[in-house]
């Protein structure tokens, strides 16, 4: 079975590092990108970024951009989503997904359960 | 970058009714688009892709169409556990964009 595990909800202070986890099993992790999603409380999807874990290329949603950085652990099948400076506003369900290389033709499946970040002083 | 807009944002019908929910793309997609169920709590499922076919898995009530900038998705008979919100997402470009939405809701 094609599984997209996430790690544990996290609650952080401004200012703080974070890297959350979501870790493939069921599949050839390199023959898929992965993609992160940010859905702030009864808010819609947001498209963050994607990794290609064959070379980890990466490509991220300007909104995104310069404020998380997407990485890859070949040898575990791990992907991550990595904050160095957080802010209030990064409270939100942060969801990894599989998609097929190249993007275009195909969606986003499977999807990790999901991860709560809360962000508060 | 390519904007996905539904409609309606929510909208009420009882279980057996055919439900029509539409999405348009600020510019060509070709038929690179992908519906998604959310239910309350539980992470997006991915029903629909390439605007037309169906993912293993999902009940044929479900089905898409359109091509270009125009989107459709359809439900045949409602049934009590398709309540949930549907979302349209664009793969033809990145950032891979995402619907405002839709909040279905069983009378």
């Known amino acids: 079975e094609v599984q997209l595990v996430q790690s544990g909800p996290e609650v952080k202070k401004p200012g703080e590092s974070l890297t959350i986890s979501c870790q493939a099993s069921?599949?050839?992790?390199?023959?898929?990108?992965i993609s992160w999603g940010r859905q702030m409380a009864g808010k819609g999807l947001e498209w963050m970024g994607r990794i290609d874990p064959s070379d980890s290329y990466t490509n991220y949603n300007p909104s995104f951009q310069g404020h998380v950085t997407i990485s890859v652990d070949k040898s575990t099948s791990t992907a991550y989503l990595q904050w160095s400076i957080l802010k209030t506003s990064d409270t939100a369900i942060y969801y990894c997904?599989?998609?097929?290389?190249?993007?275009?033709?195909?969606?986003?499946?499977?999807w990790g359960q999901g991860t709560l970040v809360t962000v508060s002083s | 970058d390519i904007q996905m807009t539904q409609s309606p944002s929510s909208l009420s019908a009882s279980v057996g009714d055919r439900v029509t929910i539409t999405c348009r793309a600020s510019?060509?997609?070709?038929?690179?688009l992908n519906w998604y169920q959310q239910k309350a709590g539980r992470a997006p499922k991915l029903l629909i892709y390439?605007?037309?076919r169906l993912q293993p898995g999902v009940p044929s009530r479900f089905t898409g169409s359109g091509s270009g900038t125009g989107f459709v998705l359809t439900i045949s008979s409602l049934q009590p556990e398709d309540s949930a919100t549907y979302y349209c997402?664009?793969?033809?470009?990145?950032?891979?964009?995402f619907g405002q939405g839709t909040k279905l809701e069983i009378k």
């Open positions: 997904a599989r998609h097929p290389r190249g993007g275009g033709f195909g969606g986003f499946d499977p």
């Open positions: 997402q664009q793969t033809f470009s990145t950032p891979y964009a």
């Open positions: 510019q060509n997609i070709n038929y690179y």
């Open positions: 390439a605007a037309s």
């Open positions: 069921g599949y050839f992790f390199t023959n898929y990108w």
